[in-house]
């Protein structure tokens, strides 16, 4: 049984690109929630995806964006990419569907801005 | 919001037991949860507790939680070298509400 995984592992950008980022949710689940890890800090909310929709966002700009495919899978897009949106971004699955509340995350992404 | 706090650093001698404490804010929060993040690596789940229960053991980790404190904390007995990593508290409300961290606690277990 497949976990949680996201692709590419490591990237690097410039300042004013834009990137994507992937995530396969764990089999079973529906239910998609990306977070940022800045060095040093915890994890924060980005936003969350259920039924291919939108259903929940933390205090992130509208520069960050999601998707969430008919099979569950989920992008992210950063536009006009910032030195600060230099982090370990991280996808995690759950059912909500299913009740299955417990968040498992993948391996993450690092992204690196220069 | 919720806010959730633990101290930074912790440093235990291998074979002693560890304990990791994690204070929050909302007391509506159902699922309490204890993560480990190992250099360079994505969230692991340890374990996790539901708000109305005081107690769970699994294995060398046994979670407690005191409500009307709104403290919970992890024990890791026998600790290892191993153990070495950071560990996240983490608070969850229900299943559509977004899981809150702490800034983790980075523990160092000296051989």
């Known amino acids: 049984d497949a976990g949680v995984t996201q692709s590419p592992t490591h990237l690097i950008k410039t300042r004013g690109q834009q990137v994507t980022l992937r995530c396969s949710p764990k089999?079973?689940?529906?239910?998609v929630s990306w977070y940022q890890q800045a060095l040093g800090q915890g994890p924060q909310f980005i936003f969350q995806?259920?039924?291919?929709?939108?259903?929940q966002r933390g205090n992130f700009p509208d520069r960050f964006s999601g998707h969430q495919f008919p099979n569950y899978s989920s992008e992210l897009n950063v536009n006009a990419l910032l030195l600060g949106d230099s982090a370990l971004y991280l996808c995690?699955?759950?059912?909500?569907?299913?009740?299955?509340?417990?968040?498992?995350f993948g391996p993450g992404t690092r992204l690196t801005v220069l | 919001g919720e806010d959730v706090e633990q101290s930074l650093f912790l440093s235990v001698r291998e074979g002693d037991s560890s304990v990791i404490n994690c204070t929050y804010t909302?007391?509506?929060?159902?699922?309490l949860y204890w993560y480990k993040q190992e250099p360079g690596a994505g969230l692991q789940l340890l374990t996790y507790?539901?708000?109305?229960?005081d107690m769970k053991q699994d294995q060398r980790l046994t979670v407690l939680l005191n409500k009307k404190d709104k403290h919970l904390s992890l024990r890791i007995a026998d600790t290892q070298t191993g153990d070495s990593a950071i560990y996240f508290c983490?608070?969850?409300?229900?299943?559509?509400?977004?899981?809150?961290f702490g800034k983790g606690t980075r523990l160092s277990v000296i051989a």
């Open positions: 995690a699955s759950s059912s909500l569907a299913g009740r299955k509340d417990t968040q498992y």
């Open positions: 909302d007391s509506s929060s159902t699922y």
């Open positions: 983490a608070v969850l409300r229900t299943g559509n509400t977004p899981l809150v």
């Open positions: 507790i539901f708000s109305n229960m």
């Open positions: 995806y259920y039924e291919e929709e939108e259903r």
């Open positions: 089999s079973g689940h529906d239910t």
